[in-house]
């Protein structure tokens, strides 16, 4: 049945990196839109980035443009996040998700349907 299975969050000073993955089975992955959210303590969970289905189009928070970097591959049914110069204001708990194919959608805004457990990742010297 429908897992998504995350691993590589951890521990890193500022200005280092992590690269996240996201682990997807149990239903046709390549043709869902899949993303990464994360929610910091008594904050609100936010989008990170997330990536379409097909043409490879991409959407970044504000806050991580230019040091985030998504990627999906499919035929390993896996999604990346390659996080890059660090801050301590990324520290969150990191979740992969995917959405179901439609007509109309828009990254990391309209609803994501399947959600993996959440991976930490914490930023402090």
């Known amino acids: 049945q429908l897992q998504l299975v995350e691993s590589g969050g951890g521990l890193v000073q500022p200005g280092g990196s992590l690269r996240l993955s996201c682990a997807a089975s149990?239903?046709?992955?390549?043709?869902?839109?899949v993303g990464w959210f994360r929610q910091a303590p008594g904050s609100e969970r936010e989008g990170v980035s997330c990536?379409?289905?097909?043409?490879?189009?991409?959407a970044y928070a504000d806050s991580v443009k230019g040091r985030f970097t998504i990627s999906r591959d499919n035929a390993k049914n896996t999604v990346y996040l390659q996080m890059n110069s660090l801050k301590p204001e990324d520290t969150a708990v990191y979740y992969c998700?995917?959405?179901?194919?439609?007509?109309?959608?828009?990254?990391?805004?309209?609803?994501?349907?399947?959600w993996g457990q959440g991976t930490q990742v914490t930023v402090s010297s």
């Open positions: 998700a995917a959405a179901r194919p439609g007509g109309l959608f828009r990254l990391c805004v309209s609803p994501y349907d399947y």
């Open positions: 149990g239903f046709t992955f390549n043709v869902y839109y």
């Open positions: 990536i379409s289905s097909a043409d490879g189009s991409t």
